[in-house]
């Protein structure tokens, strides 16, 4: 089982992105899907989070800017970001707790992470 995120890239002020990951492999079922994100000096820090049922979650700093959503059927997570400020710029890695096919429990995985840059 692996996480596959893209979407990354650089972008001005005020600017928008969408940011994909995809999860493959033997996977019996998806619980909680998250995005985190880590600044250069930074701990890494939880942005949003969706739940299987679709409730989600976000850092105060990316409320009403920011969406995640998932795409149950093709494994897939979102997230969207608008109104992009430069202090968003970071490593974004999402995040997802699997049930892989046959395992007797649920096991985190990370994606390798992608870079936003938001800088004019």
């Not at 079922?29 to 299987?52: C, E």
């Amino acid at each position: 089982v692996q996480l596959q995120a893209c979407g990354g890239g650089l972008v001005q002020p005020g600017g928008s992105l969408r940011l994909s990951c995809a999860a493959s492999g033997s996977i019996f079922g998806i619980n909680n899907m998250a995005w985190y994100r880590q600044a250069p000096g930074k701990q890494r820090d939880l942005v949003a989070i969706i739940a299987s049922g679709g409730s989600t979650n976000y850092a105060n700093s990316v409320k009403g800017r920011f969406a995640i959503s998932r795409d149950n059927a093709k494994n897939t997570l979102f997230l969207q970001m608008n109104s992009l400020k430069p202090e968003d710029t970071a490593v974004y890695y999402c995040y997802a707790v699997i049930i892989p096919q046959g395992a007797q429990r649920t096991l985190p995985y990370w994606g390798q992470g992608t870079l936003v840059t938001v800088s004019s």
